[in-house]
T-cell receptor, first 112, second 115 residues
Framework: DAKTTQPNSMESNEEEPVHLPCNHS???????IHWYRQLPSQGPEYVIHGLTSNVNNRMASLAIAEDRKSSTLILHRATLRDAAVYYCILRDGAGTASKLTFGTGTRLQVTL | DTGVSQDPRHKITKRGQNVTFRCDPI?????LYWYRQTLGQGPEFLTY????????KSRLLSDRFSAERPKGSFSTLEIQRTEQGDSAMYLC?????????????FGSGTRLTVV
């Protein structure tokens, strides 16, 4: 699986936007970019995924660079409940089933 | 959709004992995954089922570990002769098959402590 690079930690103030970066310079043409987050004492939770175009859902937005070598997860208004570890994962969309391979992610702290 | 259920939530066992964990996936999901997570690390893949067939096993899954999904529904993960290094959170996830676009739904995990 192609690798991703994320900052170890980030901080944000509540009700402000948060931009979580992810670098994936070795991404292949069939790799989808997936984001999961893990709240304390819970299993990971799917957030969003995309291939080439920017994506929006009720949880977040995903901005994908034109060359696809980086992406940014955007939380439009951070709340205390968004404090979690955020994982950026590449998943091959071609061929047989591929598993999610997690890195160490970005720990997001949200303060009042 | 009742989510992915894992039982028990916590297990404390003595070194050398056998333990078994259960995972009940979302009913219409035909894929089931087991992961292990230690403190400060992301989840590590252990094994994966499509229906009742175990299609992939990680090298992390030593001979002491065995997983089954006998009827393509719930799954069990057994660890024999537990060691202190087995202490971790064991996570189960399920997903639909047919597309790599489908997200995983994870359970809350079973936290194993080997003393």
């Amino acid at each position: 699986d192609a690798k991703t690079t994320q900052p170890n930690s980030m901080e944000s103030n509540e009700e402000e936007p948060v931009h979580l970066p992810c670098n994936h310079s070795t991404i292949s043409g069939t790799d989808y970019i997936h984001w999961y987050r893990q709240l304390p004492s819970q299993g990971p939770e799917y957030v969003i995924h995309g291939l080439t175009s920017n994506v929006n859902n009720r949880m977040a937005s995903l901005a994908i660079a034109e060359d696809r070598k980086s992406s940014t997860l955007i939380l439009h208004r951070a709340t205390l409940r968004d404090a979690a570890v955020y994982y950026c994962i590449l998943r091959d969309g071609a061929g047989t089933a591929s598993k999610l391979t997690f890195g160490t992610g970005t720990r997001l702290q949200v303060t009042l | 959709d009742t989510g992915v259920s894992q039982d028990p939530r916590h297990k404390i066992t003595k070194r050398g004992q056998n333990v078994t964990f259960r995972c009940d996936p979302i009913s219409e999901h035909n894929r089931l995954y087991w992961y292990r997570q230690t403190l400060g690390q992301g989840p590590e893949f252990l094994t994966y089922f499509q229906n009742e067939a175990q299609l992939e096993k990680s090298r992390l899954l030593s001979d002491r570990f065995s997983a089954e999904r006998p009827k393509g529904s719930f799954s069990t993960l057994e660890i024999q002769r537990t060691e202190q290094g087995d202490s971790a959170m064991y996570l189960c996830a399920s997903s639909r098959g047919g597309s790599e676009n489908y997200g995983y739904t994870f359970g809350s995990g079973t936290r194993l402590t080997v003393v």
